[in-house]
C-alpha cells in the first residue's frame, strides 16, 4: 500500500499498529481514570479516524461478517465472564445475591417485554425479529462495564451498585439465551411449521442452563484443586494467570461440546475456581491476565465499530429509529431496575444509579449475530442498524456519566474516591 507516495508494506504497519494499541491497552485507564470519558469512546473515535485515514482499510461492518463477528464477541465475552467472577469478594449466596436475582427475575423480563412493544410497534418490525431484537439487548454487558464493576480481586471494592452490576453482568448473559432461542426457534417454524415448544422448553430451558450450571461448577472444582489444593507442586505456585484462560476455554469447550449454555459454565467456573481459595494472591494473578486479554480484543472490536460507523452503516438511521434507542436506554432499563429494586436494601441513589447503568455492548453483538446466523429472519440488516446504534449510544451516554457519577456516589456514602 502507499502513503503520500510512500510504498509502505502492510505486514510491518500491522505491527506497529498492533504495537500501539497494545501500549494503548496500558496507558489510557490510567490517563482516563478521573476524566469524564471512557476507554470505549476513547476506542470509536481512534477507529472511526483509521478508516477516514488515508490507509486503506476493509469494511469492519459486522452486516458484512457475521459469522467473524459472533467468534469474536464470543471470545472477548467468555474471558470478560471469566474475569468478572474471578473479583468477586463476596461468597454467593441466594441471600446475599438478593440484588441479582431481583435484576435476573424481573429486570430482564419486563426488558424485554417493553423492547418487544417498542419494535413491533415504534419500530415496525415482525414479532419475531423483535423478539430476537429484545432478547439481544435485554442483558447488561460484562465487557464495556468495567467502570461500573467491582475492584480487582481482594481489594475489598464492592459496594451495593458495583456488587449487583457486576453479578448481573455476570449471570444475565446465560439467562438471555433462552430468550434468543425462542427467537430463532418460531423463526424457523414459521418456514418450516415444524413444532417448536417441547424442545425449546426441554433442551433451551431446563437441559442448557442446569448442564451449563454443572459444567461450570465441575470444571471450576477440578481446576480448583489443581491450582491449590492438588498434592506437590500447583499451578499457583507457577505464577502464571494463563491458568484462567485455560480455565475458560475448558469450561467453554465441554460446554459447547454438550450443547449446554457456555456462557453460564464461565461463570460457575470463575466463581467456583474463586471460591477453592478465596484469599490467595494467585486470584490476582488470573484476574489480571484475563482483564489484559479483554481489553486488547475489546478495543480491537471498537476500533472495527468505530470504522464501521464511519463508514455508513448508520446512514439510513431516522427520527422512529432515536426514539426507540431513547425508550430502550432511557425509560425501559431505567424503570425495570427500579420496579426490581423495590424493597431491596439499597438507598435511593443506589436504586437509581444501578437502574441507569445498565450498558450495552459486544455481548449484544454476539446474540445477534448468533440468531441471525441460526435463524431465518428477513430483517437482519435493519436489527443491525437499530442494535448498533443502541450500542453506540449507550457507549457514549454511559461512558461520559459513569465517573462522574461513581464518583458521586462514593463521596454521597462516605467511601473514598478512586
Known amino acids: 500500500m502507499e502513503l503520500f507516495g510512500w510504498e509502505i508494506d502492510a505486514y510491518p504497519a500491522a505491527m506497529a499498529g498492533a504495537g500501539l494499541l497494545i501500549a494503548l491497552v496500558a496507558w489510557l485507564p490510567l490517563a482516563l481514570r478521573r476524566l469524564p470519558l471512557s476507554l470505549p469512546i476513547v476506542c470509536l473515535i481512534i477507529g472511526g479516524l483509521v478508516y477516514i485515514g488515508p490507509l486503506p482499510a476493509p469494511n469492519p461492518s459486522p452486516i ?39 435484576l435476573l427475575a424481573v429486570t430482564m423480563p419486563l426488558s424485554i417485554l417493553a423492547i418487544v412493544f417498542t419494535g413491533v410497534t415504534v419500530l415496525g418490525l415482525s414479532a419475531v425479529a423483535a423478539l430476537l431484537l429484545a432478547a439481544s439487548l435485554a442483558p447488561t454487558d460484562p465487557v464495556l462495564a468495567a467502570d461500573v464493576q467491582v475492584g480487582d480481586p481482594l481489594e475489598g471494592k ?49 437441559w442448557e442452563i442446569a448442564a451449563g450450571i454443572a459444567v461450570g461448577w465441575l470444571v471450576g472444582h477440578l481446576f480448583g484443586w489443581a491450582t491449590f489444593k492438588m498434592p506437590g507442586d500447583t499451578l499457583a505456585k507457577t505464577g502464571d494467570g494463563l491458568v484462567a484462560i485455560a480455565a475458560t476455554f475448558v469450561s467453554y469447550g465441554v460446554s459447547e461440546m454438550l450443547h449446554c449454555y457456555g456462557f453460564f459454565a464461565v461463570f460457575v467456573t470463575a466463581l467456583t475456581l474463586r471460591n477453592s481459595h478465596r484469599d490467595h494472591h494467585f486470584q490476582r494473578d488470573m484476574h489480571d491476565i484475563t482483564e489484559q486479554i479483554e481489553r486488547i480484543t475489546m478495543m480491537a472490536l471498537l476500533l472495527a465499530f468505530g470504522g464501521a460507523i464511519m463508514g455508513g452503516l448508520f ?24 420496579v426490581a429494586l423495590i424493597g431491596a436494601p439499597a438507598t435511593l441513589s443506589e436504586k437509581l444509579t444501578i437502574a441507569f447503568f445498565g450498558i450495552r455492548g459486544v455481548g449484544s453483538f454476539y446474540y445477534l449475530a448468533f440468531g441471525l446466523n441460526n435463524g431465518d429472519f428477513q430483517e437482519g440488516e435493519r436489527l443491525w442498524v437499530i442494535l448498533s446504534l443502541v450500542a453506540f449510544i449507550s457507549i457514549l451516554m454511559h461512558g461520559l456519566t459513569v465517573t462522574p457519577a461513581m464518583r458521586w456516589l462514593d463521596r454521597r456514602h462516605g467511601r473514598e474516591v478512586d
Open 64 to 102: 458484512a461478517h457475521p459469522y467473524l463477528t459472533e467468534r469474536l464477541t464470543e471470545f472477548v465475552v467468555i474471558v470478560a465472564l471469566m474475569g468478572a467472577g474471578l473479583k468477586i469478594d463476596r461468597r454467593f449466596s441466594f441471600r446475599d445475591w438478593g440484588a441479582t436475582w431481583r
Open 158 to 206: 464492592e459496594d451495593t451498585v458495583r456488587f449487583a452490576l457486576t453479578s448481573e453482568a455476570g449471570l444475565n448473559d446465560g439467562f438471555a439465551f433462552p430468550f434468543v432461542h425462542l427467537a430463532i426457534a418460531l423463526s424457523l417454524s414459521a418456514t418450516t411449521g415444524e413444532p417448536w415448544l417441547a424442545h425449546w422448553l426441554a433442551v433451551n430451558v431446563v
Open 315 to 338: 446512514a439510513g438511521v431516522g427520527w422512529v429509529d432515536m426514539l426507540a434507542v431513547a425508550l430502550i436506554l432511557l425509560v425501559i432499563r431505567p424503570l425495570a431496575g427500579l
